[in-house]
């Protein structure tokens, strides 16, 4: 069994992109800037955040955290969104989700320009990912592919099954893995018989967030197992939706949580906004 280590990889690709930025810098005078909107206190956005911006430094952009009140209103919250929409020293615009319950999250999502959308929720660019010219794709499936490419997983013609089909990561990772020419199933709460129809898969890409709910019943021997969860057990550890330790010997290939999708979906982040203020410089 091979372990794909997210946590390495990362640190590879955003050492690349530190020397890719000081090069944009030094030969173009343009360096990434990438604006991230916290709203409201919650406690995990808050490290996220914190997350987001430390990367971002440590490529080199300018990055900007603007943190408002819970109180903000959703007519202050677009206003900011259209102030750095229009800003050309900002090529990423992104809100952390979740908002306050006050605020409608689709409005605000669309009311990023789709050219600094670094998050890839906008309709247009889930309809380009969809169409094929997928431009701004979102960070953790486009962090996953990044794992296929490294551990040189041939997708082509291979079963693939995606547990989990919300818009940030089960429907554009089917997307993704359809467009490497996978032949892709997308299951969810109301799938029949999951385990049985996972365990037909080649590549098994686990997003649900129910902590080690996929056991080694789910899983094809020699599979490729991609572990998208991230949650808490009893004690306040982080565990992902498989069970590693009974799943791993089963597997060709698994991720770890921690140290797997992880770490890839900020560096993919961070990838995103270097390539948006490339193309729109
Ligand atoms: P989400 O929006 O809550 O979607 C969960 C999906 O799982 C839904 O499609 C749901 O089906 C499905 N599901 C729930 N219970 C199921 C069950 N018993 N059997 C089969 N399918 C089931 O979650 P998400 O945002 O996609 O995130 C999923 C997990 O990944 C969470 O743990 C989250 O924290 C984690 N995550 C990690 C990263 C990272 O960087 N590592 C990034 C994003 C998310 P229905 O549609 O039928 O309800």
Redesign the pocket.
């Known amino acids: 069994m091979t372990l794909i280590d997210g946590k390495a990889l990362a640190t590879k690709m955003q050492a690349e992109l530190a020397t890719k930025t000081a090069r944009l810098k030094e030969e173009k005078g343009l360096i990434p800037g990438l604006v991230v909107i916290l709203v409201g206190e919650d406690a995990a956005s808050q490290v996220y955040v914190r997350n987001k911006e430390r990367s971002a430094l440590a490529a080199g952009f300018n990055s900007q955290v603007v943190r408002l009140p819970e109180t903000t209103t959703e007519a202050e919250l677009l206003d900011l969104i259209e102030k750095y929409n229009q800003d050309e020293a900002w090529h990423g615009i992104l809100v952390q989700l979740p908002l306050p319950e006050h605020i409608d999250e689709e409005k605000v999502l669309f009311a990023i320009s789709p050219e600094k959308d670094v998050d890839g929720f906008h309709p247009t660019n889930m309809g380009k990912l969809w169409s094929g010219h997928a431009v701004m794709v979102p960070s953790?499936p486009a962090g996953i592919m990044e794992m296929f490419k490294e551990y040189q997983v041939d997708l082509t013609g291979k079963s693939a099954v995606v547990?989990?089909?919300?818009n940030?990561?089960?429907k554009p990772m089917a997307q993704l893995l359809m467009d490497a020419n996978a032949t892709v199933t997308i299951?969810?709460?109301?799938?029949k018989n999951?385990a049985e129809l996972a365990r037909q898969a080649d590549i098994l890409v686990v997003?649900?967030?129910?902590g080690h709910?996929v056991t080694k019943e789910f899983v094809k021997e020699g599979a490729v197992v991609i572990d998208?969860?991230?949650?808490r057990d009893e004690n306040g550890k982080l565990i992902g939706?498989v069970k590693f330790d009974e799943v791993a010997p089963v597997a060709s290939m698994i991720t770890p949580v921690p140290g797997g999708?992880?770490p890839m979906?900020i560096t993919m982040l961070m990838e995103q906004t270097y390539e948006a203020a490339l193309r729109n410089s």
């Open positions: 953790t547990i989990g089909r919300s940030i990561v089960g299951a969810h709460s109301r799938t999951l997003a649900i967030g129910r709910f998208v969860g991230m949650n939706d999708v992880g979906t």
